[in-house]
């Protein structure tokens, strides 16, 4: 059995690729691009390292399906190891990445998207993907700026795309909480799905609230950035 | 505020010591103080000399933190809270069983990973816990004497806490700290793919895997982390590794009513497990508040639990403690953190 380094570097499938675009669109948020080598589903995420003896983190895609470039949405993390360094990549420079895999996958099918800050990254490759029809897509942020896609997202989702902003005001924006938006909410409907995407604490709170106004259990998954 | 001692391993210990101008035993000297012997503080170091014990004064503290609640349940399980550096409280549970005395230490205070099932992932992530905060909660209960078995069972995922995790493992196993055997320590997962490997390769603890059903799109209903990592690859990678005679490897499995505790998931999960020696943990569900989900019937356990004996797979009903103290929910740290914000 091999061993150390070399286990985990056989085990995780990784592949060096180079990078095509490394753009920071928001204050520290940055949308890392390659060039896509494989068929995926939007929803998927990728591993992503810059150093192929390092454990990978995992990223959804931020792309859609038939572009010629897989793309990462990722901010700065204070306490981060890997996401400082990405920050420093320029095109030309290798990462390694996995193929895509993942199950956090939508369909025709009325639904709504619930994210908050980069969670946003899956809902917009399905949207770049062409399914977007029949959803409602939910963002929540601390700051303005931290709506990212929102010109694309209004222009063609017009009033299925709410924007929630916890700490500043502007028209059209809901002044609050995902959290807060949803409890206002009296006819919320029962018999679709809910995908929601972003950290544990926005995702407990929204999945509880859900099952409180009576959509079952089995309609929400949930992707939980960790 | 100074830096603790307590929760350093050998190597730190030795270079904190030549960093003072200290012997490079004085490295040696302190871990056996620290956790071999039951003291609590540099002061009663009495074979350091008078000079060194200054200076490590100055600079640093022994560490030790007391719990500041304790609940005893009728069957005799106590939860101990214990305050973080951070202003937070983790729980720890000691289970008296016969002869045996188990430790369930938290590892993260609050929880990323959001399973549909538990209460401390209410709590959201709140913060790690360092080596000596996770060795703290063995080191300073006053069964610490009696401990038989320690299981990283509590609060938060180990292996996103992996460094502090791995540490507190070499303090508890190696000679220079508690000396304890790693078969008497089992670390559980969800299954985070690259700490579980890293784990593998670097302790010899048992590991148990929470898996809860064998069905892919329903523990992706129960347990967010099925997304990023699927337990066919968690299967896949323990599959590939050699546990030997003495390590352990167990699943967990809250069998909850007409969701997991069927035939078909019996069929399953031979079928998955197929290959490997491994026992499952069948635990019995005790619903928390605003969960829609329910714990299965006495008779459907046992059922589940014959049916997957008679296929080969040893399968045991973990018995429930402490449940009039919630002993192994997350409330007790939720309550006293709802508390101090409310406060």
Avoid at chain 1, 67 to 86: A, M, Q, S, W, Y
Avoid at chain 2, 99 to 113: A, E, I
Avoid at chain 2, 215 to 227: A, H
């Amino acid at each position: 059995m091999p061993k150390g380094e070399e286990y985990l570097k056989t085990t995780l499938e990784l592949a060096e690729v180079t990078i095509t675009g490394n753009e920071e669109i928001s204050p520290g948020v940055y949308l890392l691009s390659w060039a896509r080598s494989h068929d995926f589903h939007p929803g998927m995420v990728v591993k992503v390292t810059d150093d192929p003896v390092l454990p990978p983190r995992i990223y959804s895609i931020c792309s859609g399906n038939d572009e010629e470039d897989i793309r990462v949405l990722f901010n700065i993390k204070e306490d981060g190891i890997l996401t400082p360094r990405l920050a420093g990549l320029i095109p030309g420079m290798k990462i390694w990445v996995s193929k895509p895999y993942g199950s956090f996958k939508d369909n025709q099918t009325p639904a709504w998207w619930i994210a908050t800050g980069t969670g946003i990254a899956p809902f917009y490759s399905m949207f770049r993907s062409g399914i977007s029809e029949n959803k409602t897509l939910i963002h929540g942020v601390r700051n303005l700026s931290q709506f990212y896609f929102e010109d694309e997202l209004e222009w063609a989702m017009g009033q299925r795309y709410v924007r929630c902003c916890a700490h500043e005001q502007s028209c059209n924006v809901f002044p609050g909480r995902v959290t807060q938006y949803l409890e206002e909410i009296n006819d919320l409907p029962t018999n679709i799905n809910y995908y929601l995407c972003g950290k544990a604490l926005m995702v407990v709170e929204v999945r509880d609230l859900l099952i409180a106004k009576g959509v079952p259990y089995e309609n929400i998954l949930a992707e939980i950035y960790f | 505020m100074k830096t603790a001692l307590f929760g350093k391993t050998l190597n730190e210990l030795t270079a904190l010591a030549l960093e003072l101008g200290l012997p490079k035993f004085t490295g040696k000297q302190m871990a056996e103080w620290l956790y071999q012997k039951d003291i609590a503080s540099i002061e009663e170091m009495t074979n350091l000399s008078k000079k060194a014990r200054e200076l490590l004064s100055d600079n640093y503290e022994f560490g030790l933190v007391d719990s500041t609640k304790v609940q005893e349940s009728v069957d005799g399980t106590k939860k101990y809270l214990f305050p973080t550096a951070q202003g937070k409280f983790i729980e720890t549970a000691m289970i008296p069983d016969d002869d045996r005395k188990t430790v369930c230490v938290s590892s993260q205070v609050g929880c990323k990973m959001g399973c549909l099932f538990c209460m401390t992932g209410k709590q959201g992530f709140q913060g790690q816990l360092t080596a000596g905060e996770i060795v703290n909660q063995i080191r300073n209960i006053p069964e610490r004497h009696e401990i038989t078995n320690i299981v990283y069972m509590g609060m938060g995922e180990p292996f996103d806490n992996l460094q502090e995790v791995l540490k507190s493992l070499e303090i508890l196993t190696s000679d220079w700290g508690f000396a304890m055997s790693p078969r008497r320590i089992t670390v559980s997962t969800i299954g985070i793919v690259p700490g579980m490997l890293t784990f593998l390769q670097n302790s010899e603890a048992h590991l148990a895997v929470s898996m809860h059903t064998p069905f892919d799109d329903e523990r992706e209903k129960l347990m967010p982390v099925q997304i990023a990592y699927p337990l066919s690859e968690v299967i896949r990678e323990i599959k590939s590794w050699d546990f030997g005679r003495q390590r352990r490897i167990s699943f967990e499995y809250i069998v909850f009513k007409g969701l997991n505790d069927s035939p078909r998931h019996v069929r399953e999960l031979v079928q998955i497990l197929n290959g490997i020696k491994c026992r499952i943990n069948l635990i019995r569900f005790h619903p928390i508040p605003g969960t829609p989900l329910e714990g299965t019937d006495e008779n459907t356990l046992q059922k589940f639990k014959e049916q997957l004996n008679d296929k080969g797979i040893l399968t045991t009903i973990r018995a429930s403690r402490g449940l009039d103290i919630y002993a192994a929910c997350g409330l007790l740290s939720t309550k006293e953190i709802v508390g101090k914000e409310q406060s």
